[in-house]
Nanobody, 122 residues
Framework: VQLQASGGGLVQAGGSLRLSCSPSDHTFASYGMGWFRQAPGKDREFLGRLDLSVGATALAESVKGRFAISRDSAKNTMYLQMNGLQPEDTAVYYC????????????????WGQGTQVTVSS
């Protein structure tokens, strides 16, 4: 299965973007889904995750208050709403999925999307 992320692009500082992620196979089932990002020259960074069994979300402290994760179950789609974007948010953003609770708890997804570029200009 492929995780298809979309919604990236170029935005000015202070602007907003909403990323979307859907599995290519509509029958794909996972324990949870999540978002990571990787900026040039930096390590991959965990942003947040969604527990599909209860619909609960959790965000990294670095993006709390600016980013939010949501889902549309009918569309089998997860979203990452990003507000107040700053140049340091420039990165490739990855949609991920966790097959089980252990991987979810460890923030170690076993499914990765191809990434979508987000560029924030100053």
């Amino acid at each position: 299965v492929q995780l298809q992320a979309s919604g990236g692009g170029l935005v000015q500082a202070g602007g907003s973007l909403r990323l979307s992620c859907s599995p290519s196979d509509h029958t794909f089932a996972s324990y949870g889904m999540g978002w990571f990002r990787q900026a040039p020259g930096k390590d991959r960074e965990f942003l947040g995750r969604l527990d599909l069994s209860v619909g609960a979300t959790a965000l990294a402290e670095s993006v709390k208050g600016r980013f939010a994760i949501s889902r549309d179950s009918a569309k089998n789609t997860m979203y990452l709403q990003m507000n107040g974007l700053q140049p340091e948010d420039t990165a490739v953003y990855y949609c991920t999925a966790f097959s089980n609770r252990a991987l979810y708890a460890a923030k170690k997804p076993n499914y990765w999307g191809q990434g979508t570029q987000v560029t924030v200009s100053s």
